[in-house]
């Protein structure tokens, strides 16, 4: 026991209202140690609301340096898979915009940065045409 607290395993909170959905906030904040409580509205921190998977492709990601291709190895799949997994994590975080089925002006973009870390041997030409393709 610390502080007159029972230890007790930490649960995860919701993000979101059970009741009707809209985003919920932090409203208090106590000290294990001394009992003390703060009542008020508190800037929530996006980066704690993240699921265990979330949070294994971000550390994984951060460990290895942003290296794709260990990140694909850890998680046990392709390539493409990896990538799109972790845009879709950047999505959640909102530090990128959602990506647009069939979006022309980044398509050149894309190609030639495929055709780069092809070049650079980043990619093989599995995964290189897996993702031109």
């Known amino acids: ?36 409580e703060l009542s008020g509205r508190f800037a929530s921190c996006p980066y704690c609301s993240l699921t265990a998977q979330d949070q294994k492709i971000l550390g994984t990601f951060l460990v290895s340096r942003g290296n794709m291709r260990e990140l694909a190895r850890e998680l046990g799949v392709s390539y493409p898979t990896a990538r799109q997994r972790f845009a879709e994590l950047l999505e959640r975080l909102g530090l990128e915009a959602p990506a647009e089925a ?22 093989d030409l599995d995964e290189a045409t897996a993702l031109l393709g």
């Open 102 to 123: 069939g979006a022309g002006s980044t398509g050149a973009v894309d190609r030639e940065e495929i055709l780069r870390r092809l070049a650079a041997g980043e990619l």
């Open 1 to 36: 026991m610390m502080g007159g607290f029972p230890q007790q395993h930490l649960h995860q909170p919701p993000s979101d209202c059970p009741v009707c959905g809209v985003k919920l906030h932090v409203t208090r904040l106590g000290c294990e140690s001394c009992g003390t």
